[in-house]
């Protein structure tokens, strides 16, 4: 187990623009899984993966948000194509308070980032979005009536 982690561990494991979290790993046919909370399950460990995961871990911990509220990588259908979101948080009318767009830290956030997520937002609604590499966090509230996002320094706090 340990050899493939360390093969893994420079590219995969980079520090992060979050607080330190622990996770559990494991190793199977050459390949590093960390478990997901909210899938419950074990998922390969990609470089976006690793943003989702600390992302994920920063909002139940540091913004309030419960893990019973969050669905990750679900799909959605836009102008008759497939899509996935990252990370999307219900209120508890079951609208949706906030997507996260991740994207791995080797990427550059840019207007097609943000573009990828407003249309994500057209189907879903979310009062708020964060879009994030790992590195950099961009947080924003929709302001529907003008049809336009407002960045903030923050996204809020669940109870908010």
Same mark, same amino acid.
């Given at each position: 187990?340990?050899? @493939?982690?360390?093969?893994?561990?420079?590219?995969?494991?980079?520090?992060?623009?979050?607080?330190?979290?622990?996770?559990?790993?494991?190793?199977?046919?050459?390949?590093?899984?960390?478990?997901?909370?909210?899938?419950?399950?074990?998922?390969?460990?990609?470089?976006?993966?690793?943003?989702?995961?600390?992302?994920?871990?920063?909002?139940?911990e540091f913004k309030?948000?419960?893990?019973?509220?969050?669905?990750?990588?679900?799909?959605?259908?836009?102008?008759?194509?497939?899509?996935?979101?990252d990370i999307v948080?219900? @209120?508890?009318?079951?609208?949706?308070?906030?997507?996260?767009?991740?994207?791995?830290?080797?990427?550059?956030?840019?207007?097609?980032?943000?573009?990828?997520?407003?249309?994500?937002?057209?189907?879903?609604?979310?009062?708020?979005?964060?879009?994030?590499?790992?590195?950099?966090?961009?947080?924003?509230?929709?302001?529907?009536? @003008?049809?336009?996002?407002?960045?903030?320094?923050?996204?809020?706090?669940?109870?908010?």
């Open positions: 187990m340990y050899t @493939n982690f360390e093969k893994y561990k420079s590219v995969l494991l980079q520090t992060l623009n979050f607080p330190k979290f622990s996770f559990r790993f494991k190793s199977s046919e050459n390949k590093i899984f960390i478990f997901d909370n909210i899938r419950k399950k074990f998922v390969v460990l990609q470089p976006e993966e690793w943003v989702r995961q600390h992302c994920i871990q920063y909002l139940i309030g948000y419960p893990k019973s509220h969050i669905n990750i990588e679900k799909e959605l259908i836009i102008n008759d194509l497939k899509k996935r979101y948080v219900f @209120n508890p009318d079951g609208s949706i308070k906030l997507i996260v767009e991740c994207k791995a830290p080797s990427i550059t956030i840019n207007q097609a980032t943000f573009d990828q997520i407003a249309q994500y937002n057209k189907v879903l609604n979310a009062t708020y979005l964060m879009v994030t590499n790992g590195l950099n966090h961009y947080y924003c509230q929709m302001d529907f009536e @003008n049809e336009r996002y407002d960045f903030l320094r923050d996204i809020p706090n669940y109870e908010s």
